[in-house]
């Protein structure tokens, strides 16, 4: 028997026709998706579905209409104070009604997964800021000042690269999480480290292979080409001694081990402000701010997709930002052909 908010039990895999049941069954069915979400994901959409059983368990699928998920939207997202929250309300029945349609042959699922296509909700605005090359310089060299070498040559990893901060520093998940590693934490609460740069994926030609966390896909990058590397390396070899073969690449000089995200984040913010990076800009802006150089340099849009390893390049085009700078630079160049075609003329 699982209980769940405002006393709500029901037996393991047990589908009644409410929203509760069926949050159970996506959640305990052996053939669910949501046993190949990454751990994090799933504690992250737990809390949404937890509150989603507190809120509405009770309420029977045959009831929800799209007036009703208006509402509810509507009632999530606080009048638009909280956007990101009713648009992730929203992911989640989507979810749950494909999982009902598919694997529990509902027909109700079918019903309100054909409404919920045809309903349309505001996202979050995509975020504008960039982390721009001479930012980058400024926090490498901040960090090494205050002794913080591997900041220093995880930041140049993300931006020269266009890595992901969890494919430089890794992450910690419970030892019980799925993922094989050969690194358990000594702090218990971290757990085991996974998805991080690992020396011996360089070989000694300087050719890093890393298999990214999101999509899986492998990397493959010459670091003679990523200059801001090459120099973290310099000091990486004078801090170890020599260029270590294995282990994580990025371990904390504090505590000897690859950094917790939240350890790092907080270290990285402070050595931004006293290198003078405005607030606005955060470590995840790096890998927009290297996309956004590859293109404002002129690197084809379909190489910068292979290079950020995106699937499509509308995610390429996400990524890229600075618009109103690209739009003036394309209206100079269009104007200079003009003058150079008048003067032939």
């Known amino acids: 028997m699982l209980t769940f908010g405002r006393g709500i039990q029901?037996?393991?895999?047990?589908?009644?026709?409410?929203?509760?049941?069926?949050?159970?069954?996506?959640?305990?069915?052996?053939?669910?998706?949501?046993?190949?979400l990454?751990?994090?994901?799933?504690?992250?959409?737990n809390g949404t579905y937890r509150r989603i059983t507190e809120k509405y368990g009770h309420t029977e699928l045959k009831d929800i209409n799209a007036r009703l998920?208006?509402?509810?939207?509507?009632?999530?997202g606080r009048d638009g104070q909280r956007i990101a929250a009713g648009?992730?309300?929203?992911?989640?029945?989507?979810?749950?009604?494909?999982?009902?349609?598919?694997m529990l042959e509902d027909g109700e699922c079918e019903r309100l997964g054909n409404v919920l296509h045809k309903l349309r909700f505001p996202n979050s605005k995509p975020r504008t800021d960039v982390l721009a090359a001479e930012q980058a310089e400024a926090i490498r060299k901040k960090a090494r000042e205050v002794g913080h070498f591997s900041i220093a040559l995880a930041q140049a990893l993300q931006f020269e690269l266009m890595l992901r901060q969890k494919d430089?520093?890794?992450?910690?998940?419970p030892v019980s999480a799925s993922g094989i590693s050969d690194y358990v934490s000594e702090a218990k609460k971290h757990g085991k480290w996974l998805r991080g740069l690992r020396w011996s994926e360089i070989d000694e030609n300087l050719i890093l292979r890393h298999e990214t966390s999101k999509k899986g896909k492998v990397l493959v990058v010459d670091l003679r080409n990523a200059p801001m590397v090459m120099d973290e390396l310099v000091f990486t070899k004078e801090f170890y001694g020599e260029i270590p073969k294995t282990g994580p690449g990025i371990l904390s000089e504090g505590t000897g081990e690859p950094w917790s995200s939240a350890e790092f984040r907080r270290k990285w913010r402070k050595i931004a402000d006293a290198a003078g990076v405005?607030?606005?800009?955060k470590n995840m802006d790096s890998r927009a701010g290297a996309i956004?150089?590859?293109?404002?340099?002129?690197?084809?849009?379909?190489?910068?997709?292979?290079?950020?390893?995106?699937?499509?390049?509308?995610?390429?085009?996400?990524?890229?930002?600075?618009?109103?700078?690209?739009?003036?630079?394309?209206?100079?160049?269009?104007?200079?052909q003009r003058k150079n075609k008048s003067r032939t003329d």
């Open 10 to 36: 029901l037996e393991k895999n047990a589908f009644t026709g409410t929203i509760a049941s069926l949050i159970n069954c996506y959640q305990t069915d052996p053939d669910s998706t949501y046993h190949k």
């Open 38 to 45: 990454r751990y994090h994901t799933r504690v992250n959409h």
């Open 69 to 76: 998920i208006m509402a509810w939207h509507k009632e999530w």
């Open 87 to 102: 648009h992730s309300f929203i992911a989640r029945l989507r979810t749950l009604c494909s999982f009902g349609f598919t």
């Open 168 to 173: 430089v520093i890794g992450e910690y998940v």
């Open 278 to 281: 405005p607030k606005s800009v």
């Open 292 to 336: 956004s150089e590859a293109t404002a340099a002129g690197a084809e849009l379909e190489h910068v997709k292979h290079a950020a390893t995106h699937t499509d390049i509308s995610m390429t085009q996400r990524y890229s930002r600075q618009g109103e700078e690209k739009i003036a630079n394309v209206q100079k160049l269009r104007v200079e």
